[in-house]
Protein backbone atom coordinates (compact mmCIF):
# COMPACT_ATOMS: atom_id res chain seq x y z
CA UNK A 1 0.00 0.00 0.00
CA UNK A 2 0.95 3.50 -0.84
CA UNK A 3 2.05 6.49 1.63
CA UNK A 4 -0.61 8.24 0.64
CA UNK A 5 -3.37 4.91 0.94
CA UNK A 6 -2.14 4.59 4.22
CA UNK A 7 -4.44 5.48 7.41
CA UNK A 8 -3.52 7.90 9.05
CA UNK A 9 -2.02 7.24 12.64
CA UNK A 10 -3.74 8.03 15.49
CA UNK A 11 -2.00 11.30 18.01
CA UNK A 12 -2.87 12.24 20.94
CA UNK A 13 -4.80 15.36 19.36
CA UNK A 14 -6.65 13.45 17.66
CA UNK A 15 -7.61 11.59 20.77
CA UNK A 16 -8.42 15.21 22.29
CA UNK A 17 -10.50 15.88 19.25
CA UNK A 18 -12.85 12.85 19.49
CA UNK A 19 -12.76 13.44 23.57
CA UNK A 20 -13.35 17.30 23.92
CA UNK A 21 -16.40 17.03 20.77
CA UNK A 22 -17.93 14.57 23.22
CA UNK A 23 -17.67 16.78 25.54
CA UNK A 24 -18.73 19.87 23.44
CA UNK A 25 -21.47 17.90 21.69
CA UNK A 26 -23.20 16.87 25.25
CA UNK A 27 -22.84 20.25 26.73
CA UNK A 28 -24.86 21.85 23.42
CA UNK A 29 -27.62 19.00 24.09
CA UNK A 30 -27.72 20.25 27.73
CA UNK A 31 -28.11 23.47 26.63
CA UNK A 32 -30.65 22.33 24.07
CA UNK A 33 -32.46 20.31 26.66
CA UNK A 34 -32.77 22.94 29.15
CA UNK A 35 -34.14 25.83 26.41
CA UNK A 36 -36.70 23.29 25.73
CA UNK A 37 -37.62 21.95 28.99
CA UNK A 38 -38.47 25.63 30.24
CA UNK A 39 -39.54 26.86 27.07
CA UNK A 40 -42.75 23.63 27.62
CA UNK A 41 -42.50 24.11 31.20
CA UNK A 42 -44.10 27.39 30.78
CA UNK A 43 -46.53 26.30 27.93
CA UNK A 44 -47.80 23.56 30.36
CA UNK A 45 -46.52 20.75 28.26
CA UNK A 46 -45.01 17.89 30.30
CA UNK A 47 -41.71 16.01 28.64
CA UNK A 48 -40.48 12.25 29.23
CA UNK A 49 -38.60 11.29 32.13
CA UNK A 50 -35.21 10.84 30.75
CA UNK A 51 -35.19 13.78 28.25
CA UNK A 52 -31.93 14.69 29.23
CA UNK A 53 -30.44 11.59 29.75
CA UNK A 54 -28.52 12.10 26.72
CA UNK A 55 -26.61 15.24 27.55
CA UNK A 56 -25.31 13.55 30.99
CA UNK A 57 -21.45 13.40 30.68
CA UNK A 58 -20.31 10.36 32.04
CA UNK A 59 -16.97 9.19 34.03
CA UNK A 60 -16.03 7.67 30.97
CA UNK A 61 -15.75 10.99 29.40
CA UNK A 62 -14.60 12.43 31.91
CA UNK A 63 -11.72 10.28 31.81
CA UNK A 64 -11.22 10.12 28.16
CA UNK A 65 -11.03 13.63 28.23
CA UNK A 66 -8.68 14.06 30.72
CA UNK A 67 -6.13 11.81 29.83
CA UNK A 68 -5.77 13.12 26.16
CA UNK A 69 -5.28 16.28 27.87
CA UNK A 70 -2.59 15.10 30.05
CA UNK A 71 -1.37 13.14 26.81
CA UNK A 72 -1.08 16.33 24.78
CA UNK A 73 0.15 18.67 27.74
CA UNK A 74 3.12 16.37 28.07
CA UNK A 75 3.85 15.50 24.58
CA UNK A 76 6.79 17.17 23.01
CA UNK A 77 6.07 18.86 19.38
CA UNK A 78 9.80 21.38 19.61
CA UNK A 79 12.50 19.47 20.70
CA UNK A 80 15.73 20.14 21.73
CA UNK A 81 17.38 19.02 18.65
CA UNK A 82 15.32 21.57 16.41
CA UNK A 83 15.72 24.42 19.05
CA UNK A 84 19.39 23.95 19.22
CA UNK A 85 19.07 23.01 14.94
CA UNK A 86 17.14 26.36 14.96
CA UNK A 87 19.51 28.54 17.22
CA UNK A 88 22.43 27.73 14.87
CA UNK A 89 20.69 28.93 11.78
CA UNK A 90 19.75 32.00 13.47
CA UNK A 91 23.62 32.09 14.63
CA UNK A 92 25.29 31.52 11.16
CA UNK A 93 23.14 34.57 10.03
CA UNK A 94 24.79 36.84 12.61
CA UNK A 95 27.72 35.49 11.31
CA UNK A 96 27.36 36.24 7.82
CA UNK A 97 27.06 39.62 9.16
CA UNK A 98 30.34 39.67 11.58
CA UNK A 99 32.00 38.41 8.35
CA UNK A 100 30.86 41.32 5.84
CA UNK A 101 31.97 43.53 8.48
CA UNK A 102 35.39 42.02 8.64
CA UNK A 103 35.51 42.33 4.79
CA UNK A 104 34.70 46.06 4.92
CA UNK A 105 36.77 46.51 7.67
CA UNK A 106 40.05 44.46 5.59
CA UNK A 107 39.36 46.64 2.59
CA UNK A 108 40.10 49.91 4.91
CA UNK A 109 43.43 48.58 5.90
CA UNK A 110 44.21 46.38 3.25
CA UNK A 111 46.96 48.96 2.01
CA UNK A 112 49.32 47.96 4.37
CA UNK A 113 49.28 44.24 2.42
CA UNK A 114 50.19 46.44 -1.05
CA UNK A 115 53.02 48.15 1.45
CA UNK A 116 54.12 44.86 2.68
CA UNK A 117 54.75 43.66 -0.98
CA UNK A 118 56.44 46.89 -2.34
CA UNK A 119 59.01 46.93 0.45
CA UNK A 120 59.60 43.18 -0.04
CA UNK A 121 60.57 43.89 -3.92
CA UNK A 122 62.47 46.91 -3.46
CA UNK A 123 65.70 46.35 -3.86
CA UNK A 124 67.83 47.98 -1.07
CA UNK A 125 70.83 48.85 -3.04
CA UNK A 126 69.28 49.96 -5.46
CA UNK A 127 68.73 53.93 -4.88
CA UNK A 128 66.13 53.88 -7.80
CA UNK A 129 64.33 50.97 -6.21
CA UNK A 130 64.35 52.66 -3.26
CA UNK A 131 63.05 56.19 -4.55
CA UNK A 132 60.32 54.06 -5.93
CA UNK A 133 58.98 53.03 -2.76
CA UNK A 134 59.45 56.33 -1.15
CA UNK A 135 57.55 57.85 -3.88
CA UNK A 136 54.82 55.59 -3.69
CA UNK A 137 54.63 55.89 -0.20
CA UNK A 138 54.28 59.94 -0.06
CA UNK A 139 51.76 59.84 -3.28
CA UNK A 140 49.37 57.15 -1.36
CA UNK A 141 47.65 57.41 1.69
CA UNK A 142 49.06 54.48 3.64
CA UNK A 143 48.59 55.18 7.20
CA UNK A 144 46.83 53.21 9.57
CA UNK A 145 44.01 54.99 11.92
CA UNK A 146 43.68 53.31 14.88
CA UNK A 147 39.99 53.38 15.08
CA UNK A 148 39.83 51.18 11.61
CA UNK A 149 42.20 48.77 13.11
CA UNK A 150 40.00 48.48 15.75
CA UNK A 151 36.77 48.00 13.94
CA UNK A 152 38.97 45.24 12.07
CA UNK A 153 40.11 43.27 15.49
CA UNK A 154 36.85 43.78 16.63
CA UNK A 155 35.53 41.83 14.35
CA UNK A 156 37.60 38.85 14.41
CA UNK A 157 36.93 38.54 17.60
CA UNK A 158 33.10 38.72 16.91
CA UNK A 159 33.03 35.64 14.57
CA UNK A 160 35.22 33.96 16.29
CA UNK A 161 32.52 33.54 19.42
CA UNK A 162 29.74 33.96 17.05
CA UNK A 163 31.39 31.13 14.68
CA UNK A 164 32.34 28.42 18.15
CA UNK A 165 28.55 29.50 19.08
CA UNK A 166 27.11 28.05 15.99
CA UNK A 167 29.29 25.09 16.33
CA UNK A 168 28.92 24.48 19.33
CA UNK A 169 24.61 24.38 18.75
CA UNK A 170 24.65 22.23 15.68
CA UNK A 171 27.31 19.85 17.39
CA UNK A 172 24.79 19.71 20.70
CA UNK A 173 21.99 18.92 18.03
CA UNK A 174 23.78 15.71 17.26
CA UNK A 175 25.05 14.28 20.86
CA UNK A 176 21.82 12.22 21.65
CA UNK A 177 23.08 12.07 25.48
CA UNK A 178 22.45 15.91 25.64
CA UNK A 179 18.86 15.77 23.44
CA UNK A 180 17.81 12.92 25.58
CA UNK A 181 18.49 14.65 28.43
CA UNK A 182 17.12 18.28 27.80
CA UNK A 183 13.23 16.24 26.49
CA UNK A 184 13.41 14.64 29.48
CA UNK A 185 13.47 17.56 31.64
CA UNK A 186 11.18 19.14 29.65
CA UNK A 187 9.10 16.57 29.83
CA UNK A 188 9.00 16.01 33.63
CA UNK A 189 8.91 19.67 34.37
CA UNK A 190 5.67 20.59 31.67
CA UNK A 191 8.13 23.23 29.87
CA UNK A 192 8.90 23.92 26.34
CA UNK A 193 11.42 24.11 24.42
CA UNK A 194 10.11 26.95 22.47
CA UNK A 195 10.49 29.09 25.70
CA UNK A 196 14.24 27.99 26.29
CA UNK A 197 17.45 29.48 24.95
CA UNK A 198 20.99 27.78 24.96
CA UNK A 199 24.35 28.98 25.13
CA UNK A 200 27.66 28.64 24.84
CA UNK A 201 30.82 28.90 27.19
CA UNK A 202 33.92 28.33 25.65
CA UNK A 203 36.25 28.59 28.61
CA UNK A 204 34.32 26.51 30.34
CA UNK A 205 33.02 24.12 27.39
CA UNK A 206 29.76 24.41 28.81
CA UNK A 207 26.58 24.41 27.28
CA UNK A 208 23.27 25.83 29.00
CA UNK A 209 19.75 25.38 28.59
CA UNK A 210 17.87 28.33 30.12
CA UNK A 211 13.64 28.27 30.17
CA UNK A 212 12.11 32.03 30.15
CA UNK A 213 9.13 30.63 31.95
CA UNK A 214 11.39 29.63 34.83
CA UNK A 215 13.97 29.37 36.65
CA UNK A 216 14.88 25.66 35.46
CA UNK A 217 18.51 25.14 34.24
CA UNK A 218 20.80 22.29 33.26
CA UNK A 219 24.45 22.25 32.35
CA UNK A 220 26.60 19.98 30.14
CA UNK A 221 30.56 20.47 30.75
CA UNK A 222 33.25 18.87 28.64
CA UNK A 223 30.98 17.20 26.38
CA UNK A 224 32.48 18.40 22.97
CA UNK A 225 35.99 17.01 23.60
CA UNK A 226 34.49 13.11 24.80
CA UNK A 227 32.11 13.65 21.58
CA UNK A 228 35.89 14.55 19.32
CA UNK A 229 33.76 17.81 17.94
CA UNK A 230 36.89 19.91 18.64
CA UNK A 231 39.59 21.49 16.41
CA UNK A 232 42.68 23.03 17.09
CA UNK A 233 43.94 26.40 16.00
CA UNK A 234 46.61 24.82 13.63
CA UNK A 235 43.43 22.97 11.65
CA UNK A 236 41.36 26.39 11.69
CA UNK A 237 44.54 28.03 9.81
CA UNK A 238 45.07 25.22 7.83
CA UNK A 239 41.52 25.12 6.41
CA UNK A 240 41.37 28.46 6.25
CA UNK A 241 44.56 28.83 3.94
CA UNK A 242 43.53 26.08 2.08
CA UNK A 243 40.34 27.58 1.07
CA UNK A 244 41.76 30.81 0.67
CA UNK A 245 44.42 29.30 -1.78
CA UNK A 246 41.70 27.65 -3.85
CA UNK A 247 39.63 31.22 -4.48
CA UNK A 248 42.83 32.71 -5.99
CA UNK A 249 43.74 29.64 -8.03
CA UNK A 250 40.27 30.50 -9.27
CA UNK A 251 40.83 34.28 -9.90
Do not use: C
Not at 42 to 56: S, Y
Request: aromatic content about 8%; glycine content about 6%; overall charge negative.
Amino acid sequence: MSALGQAHAETEIDRLVAASKIIAGKIQQGRNAVGGLAYYAVEGKVAPDGTVLPAFITPGDVQAYNDSVSDVSQQIYYNTQMMLENQYEETMVKLEVAIDTFVDATAVIAVAVEVADKAEKTDQSDVASQEGLQDFIQENDVTLEQQDVNVYNDSLGDIEEIAVDAAAFLAASRIEDITDAVDNNAEQYAINMSDAVATYDSANEAIKFAWSTTGFTHSFHNFFTYNNVTVSMEEVMGMGQTIYDEQESLN
